[in-house]
């Protein structure tokens, strides 16, 4: 029989795990440090926005030790059943991140339009003072976060976080401010409303983003008639189906495909090893296993997808 049967693996030039865990702790303690003090003011203040941002920060906190969680057990060797290991634990972490942006987006909307119509007494220079403050510690921790592997939609999804609250805060400080300079206190309340609309884009796109990859589509970068057409052009292929690409987890492509050769071609491995490093140096697909078979050989009757013929695809 010609049937080979290849992979191959890489490791990619993502920091480290250590050095994420690192940014990670750092920016967990500036949150929680600065999350307790604003809750206070908020409260003293009567600011929906302040509470509101406080309660952001209180997310950002629980999104960042869901990451370290989820690399932790992301990092576990592959065993047993779990033949890829605990990668999409990560995956689940985003989507469980990306939620909670959505039911906190839709919690203060409902808040900030009862504010809107019976605003509270806010202490506008307080909330200025406070938001101003939460703005500097939020960049940090979001400068922090940035040097991490945001390939990872894990770390990405504590990094949205921790930005929404940043753009919360510079919100919040304008509220307070207009609050202070013109007495309308229903500035406070539409602060509110700009951080729920912030939260739902970034909630959605985590969502979006996660739920690719849980229902195994090809990452956004890639396109598989694109792909199947490069491999079928290739002079020893007469045809290229069950090609599937989908993401294990974030950073991490993954393809394989059942290939058709010439008779005369020479030995499957050979062709094999060149359609790998194809993959890897046009499309950064390190990841792969093909099934390669003579022409004349017996193969598969019932292909899935497309049929990539001479480079075109063909239903």
């Not at 339009?113 to 202490?123: E, F, N, T």
């Not at 739902?200 to 796109?205: L, S």
């Not at 017996?298 to 497309?306: S, V």
Request: hydrophobic share 50%; aromatic share 6%; proline share 4%.
């Amino acid at each position: 029989m010609g049937t080979d049967h290849g992979h191959g693996h890489g490791h990619g030039h993502a920091v480290s795990a250590d050095a994420d865990r690192r940014y990670l702790i750092g920016a967990l303690a500036l949150i929680l440090g600065y999350m307790a003090a604003e809750v206070t003011v908020g409260l003293v203040a009567n600011s929906m926005a302040l509470i509101a941002d406080a309660a952001h920060m209180l997310t950002d906190a629980s999104a960042i030790i869901l990451a370290l969680i989820a690399m932790r057990i992301a990092a576990r060797p592959a065993t047993g059943r779990y033949t890829f290991g605990y990668k999409r634990v990560e995956i689940l972490s985003a989507q469980i991140n990306g939620a909670t942006l959505l039911l906190l987006a839709a919690y203060f909307v409902y808040e900030g339009v009862q504010r809107v119509i019976d605003p509270p007494d806010v202490k506008g220079p307080l909330v200025l003072v406070t938001a101003l403050a939460g703005v500097a510690v939020n960049a940090l921790a979001a400068w922090l976060l940035s040097k991490a592997n945001r390939r990872s939609l894990n770390v990405e999804g504590a990094f949205q976080h921790v930005l929404n609250d940043m753009y919360a805060f510079i919100a919040t400080a304008l509220a307070g401010l207009v609050v202070w300079l013109t007495g309308w206190a229903q500035a406070d309340a539409v602060a509110a409303l700009v951080v729920a609309a912030l939260m739902a884009v970034a909630g959605w796109g985590l969502l979006r983003d996660s739920g690719r990859v849980l229902l195994q589509a090809a990452p956004s970068d890639l396109d598989p008639d694109e792909i199947g057409a490069v491999l079928a052009a290739e002079p020893e292929v007469l045809e290229i189906h069950d090609l599937h690409v989908w993401t294990v987890t974030s950073g991490y492509p993954t393809l394989s495909a059942h290939v058709i050769v010439r008779d005369d071609c020479g030995t499957c491995h050979d062709v094999r090893g060149r359609l790998a490093s194809l993959l890897h140096e046009r499309f950064g697909i390190e990841h792969t296993t093909l099934q390669v078979d003579h022409g004349g050989e017996p193969h598969c009757f019932d292909p899935h997808g497309p049929r990539h013929l001479g480079g075109t695809p063909r239903g």
